[in-house]
């Protein structure tokens, strides 16, 4: 009933940019707070970031002046930028989303999840 596509991840090299995106589709009345989640290998998952309906953001410290979320209601789809780049963020980023169906249930939802690789 609900898909959250992610898109943008890559390889890249120490220093540089990524910009990830995941849109939301399907049987959708309102998305709450969205976010950014990452799992390096051997490693828990992790929030990276986090944005309400209102853009209210918090982010992990290891992220904070290098990344930036944001949010297009409309689109119904958040965005990471990530600059600076280091080989510590290379792991798979997972979309998240708190979202209210058509029908009134209301739950959370991951995305497949996107690689981001840097290295040089």
């Known amino acids: 009933q609900v898909q959250l596509a992610e898109s943008g991840g890559g390889l890249v090299q120490p220093g540089g940019s990524l910009r990830l995106s995941c849109a939301a589709s399907?049987?959708?009345?309102?998305?709450?707070?969205m976010g950014w989640y990452r799992q390096a290998p051997g490693k828990q998952r992790e929030l990276v970031a986090s944005i309400t309906r209102d853009s209210r953001t918090n982010y992990a410290d290891s992220v904070m002046g290098r990344f930036t979320i944001s949010r297009d209601n409309g689109k119904k789809t958040v965005f990471l930028q990530m600059n600076s780049l280091r080989p510590e963020d290379t792991a798979v980023y997972y979309c998240n989303a708190d979202i209210t169906l058509r029908d009134g249930r209301r739950s959370d939802y991951w995305g497949q999840g996107t690689q981001v690789t840097v290295s040089s």
């Open positions: 399907g049987s959708i009345l309102s998305l709450s707070a």
